[in-house]
């Protein structure tokens, strides 16, 4: 019989795992959900277990990866756990055992810990110390763990001041929507991203927020690291109805326009203070009633000036895009912005609070002589604009 090697191996390098040969035989878990074992535990101690990346080696659909992960849980191999954190309650872990664990007692210790967020973990660690990482966070990626950040911090040095502040303006508006994981590692991973990326992921978040469920959303930094907006079913993907609005941009004013095109809704209430005022003479109700309108007459456009007050996002429908679609970029300090303020003033409508540099605005005819008439055609055009799209309903 010849004793010639039926099993070669190649030449060992920095990238392979030990695991032991009964996570391949033990014959209660299904070939996939072995396949899913042996693949977690090929992983760095902090691995982050993520549906999408799991449908995506696997190529299997999101029930089918549950049901594996169910099946490691069922025999022992894995188990969640919950987190403290000052003395809270955080994040559900998941922890994966290279031997099975007994069902009714922890009787073995963890090799592979597997986190649901990108922070170190927080467990007990096992008596063998595991191989030190260089970076914790940047798990998920077919990269050394620096990778990542060295990325990041080289796009950042290679970016201008103007583009560094609106890349980092847009991360702030993105971040107020997920509010899972730690901000930093989620900051790196957006600054590592290209242009054309972070414009896709700020469109398609707010869909993919409605389509995942609440246990398969991930931390910010592993969701932006493996472009989780892409795990969506195409059909989904291809035709988001809302997104998020920047201050000052297209959308944001056209939206704000058409609002404050409509009849003032917002009831004008008068308190005893008031009316004190104006007893005394030291106001009119003429002027209150107009200021108080200015404030709250606009219940939509009071709320977009709230959220960009505080930060956060402000997210519509996009149904408005096309409209606003030739919109143009109006310095803050010309005379034609000064002319679109004069324009809300003689409609009796607040103007923009802190506005950016730039803000856009309905194109203006270059020609034009008189900026007040122009900018009052140019509105004209806009809200036919979206009267005939049949999107005339922003308010």
């Known amino acids: 019989m010849s004793q010639e090697s039926t099993i070669r191996r190649g030449v060992r390098n920095a990238r392979y795992a030990a695991i032991p040969n009964h996570v391949f035989e033990d014959d209660r878990l299904s070939m996939e959900a072995r396949w899913l074992l042996s693949y977690l535990l090929s992983k760095p101690d902090n691995w982050t277990v993520v549906i999408g990346d799991i449908c995506k080696r696997g190529n299997c659909g999101r029930d089918k990866a549950r049901g594996m992960i169910r099946e ?15 003395g809270k309650f955080g994040a559900s872990v998941l922890v994966i055992f290279d031997e099975p664990r007994a069902q009714d007692a922890a009787e073995s210790d963890s090799v592979a810990f597997v986190p649901q967020t990108d922070l170190p973990s927080t467990a007990t660690p096992s008596p063998v110390s595991p191989s030190p990482v260089k970076s ?33 303006r847009d991360f702030t508006l993105w971040y107020a929507t997920w509010k899972k994981g730690e901000v930093g590692y989620a900051r790196n991973a957006w600054f590592a991203m290209s242009d054309e990326e972070r414009a896709e992921c700020i469109e398609r978040t707010p869909l993919y927020l409605r389509w995942a469920k609440a246990d398969d959303i991930p931390a910010a930094s592993v969701f932006l690291k493996n472009r989780g907006w892409r795990d969506m079913p195409e059909e989904l993907a291809a035709a988001p109805t809302r997104g ?9 004013m056209g939206t704000r326009l058409a609002a404050l095109s409509k009849e003032p809704s917002g009831r004008v209430i008068f308190t005893a203070f008031d009316e004190r005022e104006i007893a ?13 309108r200015l404030e709250h007459g606009w219940p939509l456009v009071t709320a977009m000036r709230d959220l960009a007050r505080r930060k956060e996002p402000f997210i519509t429908s996009l149904a408005l895009l ?3 679609a030739e919109f143009r970029q109006v310095k803050s300090d010309s005379a034609l912005f000064a002319a679109w303020a004069d324009l809300h003033e ?13 803000v856009w605005f309905p194109a203006v005819d270059d020609s034009a002589g008189d900026l007040n008439e122009a900018v009052e055609d140019a509105l004209t055009v806009f809200l036919s604009t979206i009267s005939e799209a049949g999107n005339d309903d922003a308010a």
């Open 72 to 86: 490691l849980e069922t025999h022992g191999y894995a188990e969640r756990e919950q987190q403290r954190a000052d």
């Open 136 to 168: 914790a966070p940047s798990n998920n990626l077919d990269l050394p763990n620096t990778d990542s950040y060295q990325a990041s911090a080289g796009a950042e040095e290679g970016l201008k001041r103007s583009d560094r502040k609106k890349i980092e």
């Open 244 to 252: 998020i609005a920047k201050v000052c941009g297209k959308l944001w």
């Open 280 to 292: 005394a003479g030291r106001a009119s109700r003429e002027a209150l009633t107009h200021s108080k």
């Open 322 to 324: 096309p409209s606003v």
């Open 346 to 358: 003689r409609h009796g409508w607040p103007f923009i609070e802190h506005p950016h540099d730039y």
